[in-house]
């Protein structure tokens, strides 16, 4: 299914955004597009400009950024600043906003492995450690969301729609139950990013020096574990050595089960989605799932050998 267009966005409407809004800019070009709800423009070469869908989801996404991203950069998150937030859909008949710009590079755009930027993962892991440690739930209380379903639910239907067979379906409810009693223990909820993948981390170029963390419309009141999610595997290692330098993870003794327990759901989930070339690796339906195999093949740390069912 096609998702719901942008709006029609001509220099005239760039030029009425910036002048709204009292920005010097003389010069726009649009970037590369790599997620699914926005159209990105760079405004001269201080500013970011982010246009919505037009779609009522739209409107949620801009306001969960609104939420996160000041928390997020009170306590020390490097995220850059929201500069502006415009719902009234008076100029365009989406929501936009306007951030600072970061001087750098998107990670995802550079098709590195993720032992070729071990430095940049671990200080993501630095900042989901203030993030979730040091944000109020008071403040985030209107983060709430739908979580997925429980993927148990998911193998003997995807072996009825024929995507493999029931006795794949057994062992991975087998799998599912051998990580329960660690992965489903209860949590303490805290802000989340929700969709920490390379695309979403900013980088010096030339060095791969970790620049800032970006786009907060997933954000949400969740299990810390699950922000471990959206990005290959093989990350989780250093992000959680970053982490753990920090502080330990919210029942850090369960941290690897939660987190495969996560990309597990994530990978038959996205089984059900069309393929998407264009957009991002968390887009697609098949990269989770390998992801994992090869993270569990190559891997010696006996903290994650002990989950293979």
């Not at 799998?175 to 920490?196: M, N, T, Y």
Request: charged residues 25%; contains cysteine; negative net charge.
């Amino acid at each position: 299914m096609e998702p719901p267009p942008f709006p029609e966005i001509t220099e005239e409407v760039l030029f009425t955004i910036v002048k709204s809004y009292n920005l010097k800019v003389n010069e726009f070009k649009i970037l590369p597009q790599i997620g699914l709800f926005n159209k990105i423009y760079q405004l001269g070469e201080d500013f970011i400009l982010r246009i919505s869908r037009k779609h009522p989801k739209s409107f949620t996404i801009a306001q969960r950024e609104c939420i996160a991203v000041p928390l997020a950069r009170a306590v020390g998150v490097r995220t850059p600043e929201l500069l502006v937030h415009d719902a009234s859909r008076k100029i365009i008949p989406a929501p936009f906003t306007i951030y600072e710009r970061i001087h750098g590079e998107t990670l995802g755009l550079l098709d590195l492995e993720p032992h070729d930027t071990p430095d940049v993962w671990r200080e993501v892991g630095h900042d989901l450690a203030q993030l979730h440690t040091s944000v109020s739930e008071a403040d985030i209380a209107k983060l709430e969301y739908e979580e997925l379903p429980d993927p148990r639910l998911w193998p003997n239907e995807l072996a009825t729609a024929g995507y493999f067979t029931t006795m794949e379906a057994d062992w991975l409810l087998r799998w599912f139950e051998h990580l329960a009693s660690e992965a489903l223990q209860p949590i303490r909820k805290c802000l989340c990013h929700g969709d920490v993948q390379a695309t979403n981390i900013m980088v010096k170029a030339d060095t791969y020096e970790y620049l800032a963390l970006i786009d907060w419309g997933n954000a949400y009141l969740g299990d810390p574990a699950y922000d471990f999610g959206d990005k290959p595997i093989r990350t989780a290692p250093y992000v959680l050595q970053g982490y753990r330098e920090v502080t330990p993870l919210e029942n850090d003794e369960t941290a690897e089960a939660r987190i495969l327990w996560r990309h597990l759901q994530l990978a038959l989930h996205n089984l059900w989605r069309e393929p998407q070339p264009d957009y991002s690796w968390a887009e697609r339906p098949m990269p989770f799932l390998l992801d994992i195999m090869r993270f569990l093949l190559e891997t010696d740390d006996e903290r994650w050998k002990r989950l293979i069912a």
